[in-house]
T-cell receptor, first 115, second 114 residues
Framework: AQKVTQAQTEISVVEKEDVTLDCVYETRDTTYYLFWYKQPPSGELVFLIRRNSFDEQNEISGRYSWNFQKSTSSFNFTITASQVVDSAVYFCALRFGQGAQKLVFGQGTRLTINP | EAQVTQNPRYLITVTGKKLTVTCSQNMNHEYMSWYRQDPGLGLRQIYYSMNVEVTDKGDVPEGYKVSRKEKRNFPLILESPSPNQTSLYFC?????????????FGDGTRLSIL
């Protein structure tokens, strides 16, 4: 079955700490795509990053970095020097299937950054 | 401005009264999809559409209908709503059917079925 697991339901840290959000996925497909989305308190969903199954290169964007490891089926997200504005629910998602039409989301991790 | 627009944003209604949530995108995207978000379950895909007149079921299609008569519109229809369909709904679109395209989401519609 195609599945995404975000085992951390809630995380709370103090501002400026580094924090890692875990994402583990399951799929039988050899071609698939992974995404991270942010849902701030205002409720909208904001795209952060995508990765395809053939590209295991890690990525850094400012304070955000992503570690994709096919060997462990993980696509973890790290925020360095966290800020209060990073407080949100973060979703990891897997896109798969013929033509990659189906999308499965993890349960989400609620991240709270305390001042 | 490129956007996905959902209406209404909020709706309280009663069991059995048919309702439609509209979704429109102005980006000429081929792919559109509907999701519901429930606490502890994340987002679950209801239906998706690869192009005009092409729709297919996601993970939780029961109790919902969709149509795609025009490229820009993808309405979600609840023929006989029930309380277990109380949820936050999101419409999304992406440029092509390639999986590498990120989805653009609407702002969400909060439905309460009494």
């Amino acid at each position: 079955a195609q599945k995404v697991t975000q085992a951390q339901t809630e995380i709370s840290v103090v501002e400026k700490e580094d924090v890692t959000l875990d994402c583990v996925y399951e799929t039988r497909d050899t071609t698939y795509y992974l995404f991270w989305y942010k849902q701030p308190p205002s409720g909208e969903l904001v795209f952060l990053i995508r990765r395809n199954s053939f590209d295991e290169q890690n990525e850094i964007s400012g304070r955000y970095s992503w570690n994709f490891q096919k060997s462990t089926s993980s696509f973890n997200f790290t925020i360095t020097a966290s800020q209060v504005v990073d407080s949100a629910v973060y979703f990891c998602a897997l896109r798969f299937g013929q033509g990659a039409q189906k999308l499965v989301f993890g349960q989400g991790t609620r991240l709270t950054i305390n001042p | 401005e490129a956007q996905v627009t959902q209406n209404p944003r909020y709706l309280i209604t009663v069991t059995g009264k048919k309702l439609t949530v509209t979704c429109s995108q102005n980006m000429n995207h081929e792919y559109m999809s509907w999701y519901r978000q429930d606490p502890g379950l994340g987002l679950r895909q209801i239906y998706y559409s690869m192009n005009v007149e092409v729709t297919d079921k996601g993970d939780v299609p029961e109790g919902y209908k969709v149509s795609r008569k025009e490229k820009r519109n993808f309405p979600l229809i609840l023929e006989s709503p029930s309380p277990n369909q109380t949820s936050l709904y999101f419409c999304a679109s992406s440029l092509g059917t390639g999986g590498n395209q990120p989805q653009h989401f609407g702002d969400g519609t909060r439905l309460s079925i009494l």
